[in-house]
T-cell receptor
Framework: GAVVSQHPSRVICKSGTSVKIECRSLDFQATTMFWYRQFPKQSLMLMATSNEGSKATYEQGVEKDKFLINHASLTLSTLTVTSAHPEDSSFYIC??????????????FGNGTRLTVT | AQTVTQSQPEMSVQEAETVTLSCTYDTSESDYYLFWYKQPPSRQMILVIRQEAYKQQNATENRFSVNFQKAAKSFSLKISDSQLGDAAMYFCAYRVIQGAQKLVFGQGTRLTINP
């Protein structure tokens, strides 16, 4: 149980275009989803936290107009990288916390999306 | 703000031997959780072990155990009888109980297992 599906796993886009990444909780309701970014050989850096039905909370230094996050339902959150540039190339990972889960329960991670902007 | 520090960018160990990965953290909270995650080349994040700060007993999961020193804010991971499949990036992570409960990760330690 507790499966998080992230799609696509890889995407290549041209500079200036937008790309959408989906994060779905397949067998549980995700009240909170987190979006992380990971550069090669580096750690996961939290970009934003989204709660179903409300605006996302962005970490300091993350451009909310560039990285649009929508959490319209309890099973789906999307991250849209708008007007992508080569420096946006990275590995993006979502994670989710389920409704009613105890505080010590681990977050469930998607498999990540490798974005390459040419 | 909470920070997590892993001072060992890389570690290596002979197969079947024991290795310890270090982690320290900084927080003013009294209630929180600590985790070790493993990230193999597939990039999937896999939970290895977790520790509640209010528990004095160190967590153990089969070959994996932690040494949790709350006063020192230290949370090391010991892997016994290392196996080739243990090779991966290991991330220490901290999570507060209140609020958004976001995970804060350390820089990671790349573990190599030598056959």
């Amino acid at each position: 149980g507790a499966v998080v599906s992230q799609h696509p796993s890889r995407v290549i886009c041209k500079s200036g275009t937008s790309v959408k990444i989906e994060c779905r909780s397949l067998d549980f309701q995700a009240t909170t989803m987190f979006w992380y970014r990971q550069f090669p050989k580096q750690s996961l850096m939290l970009m934003a936290t989204s709660n179903e039905g409300s605006k996302a909370t962005y970490e300091q230094g993350v451009e909310k107009d560039k990285f649009l996050i929508n959490h319209a339902s309890l099973t789906l959150s999307t991250l849209t990288v708008t007007s992508a540039h080569p420096e946006d190339s990275s590995f993006y990972i979502c994670s989710a916390r389920g409704a009613g889960q105890p505080y010590n329960s681990p977050l469930h991670f998607g498999n990540g999306t490798r974005l390459t902007v040419t | 703000a909470q920070t997590v520090t892993q001072s060992q960018p890389e570690m290596s160990v002979q197969e079947a031997e024991t290795v310890t990965l270090s982690c320290t953290y900084d927080t003013s909270e009294s209630d929180y959780y600590l985790f070790w995650y493993k990230q193999p080349p597939s990039r999937q994040m896999i939970l290895v072990i977790r520790q509640e700060a209010y528990k004095q007993q160190n967590a153990t999961e089969n070959r994996f155990s932690v040494n949790f020193q709350k006063a020192a804010k230290s949370f090391s991971l010991k892997i016994s009888d290392s196996q080739l499949g243990d090779a991966a990036m290991y991330f220490c992570a901290y999570r507060v109980i209140q609020g958004a409960q976001k995970l804060v990760f350390g820089q990671g330690t790349r573990l190599t297992i030598n056959p």
